[in-house]
Nanobody
Framework: QVHLVESGGGLVQAGGSLRLSCEASGRTFSDYSMGWFRQAPGKEREFVASISWNGGSIYYTDLVKGRFTISRDNAKNTVYLQMNSLNTEDTAVYYC??????????????????WGQGTQVTVSS
């Protein structure tokens, strides 16, 4: 079983950038497709980005296309979310998630098997 721990959240001003990291423990990280989700207060958890096991398939929600970049380094057991041009609508708790045996990208919560505890991202105006 892979365990995930997010880091890199914090407070930034609108227009700023932040990079989130999700470090996995275990020996099977390279077998997982990975995703990022976020949940703002009073809202449902929503999909942000996903990347396949080898990085060959990537997908973003329309809300972050052109601003966010998901990537992974299997040698470091880490997936990243580079967030640029942040705005107040990006304020949320960000979660990383993994799908065992993933060969593609996945956009739905129920498609993932493992979840991190989340990291807070707050964008001020």
């Amino acid at each position: 079983q892979v365990h995930l721990v997010e880091s890199g959240g914090g407070l930034v001003q609108a227009g700023g950038s932040l990079r989130l990291s999700c470090e996995a423990s275990g020996r099977t990280f390279s077998d997982y497709s990975m995703g990022w989700f976020r949940q703002a207060p009073g809202k449902e958890r929503e999909f942000v980005a996903s990347i396949s096991w080898n990085g060959g398939s990537i997908y973003y929600t329309d809300l972050v296309k052109g601003r966010f970049t998901i990537s992974r380094d299997n040698a470091k057991n880490t997936v990243y979310l580079q967030m640029n041009s942040l705005n107040t609508e990006d304020t949320a708790v960000y979660y990383c998630a993994g799908r065992a045996g993933g060969r593609y990208y996945y956009t739905k919560l129920m498609e993932y098997n493992v979840w991190g505890q989340g990291t807070q991202v707050t964008v001020s105006s």
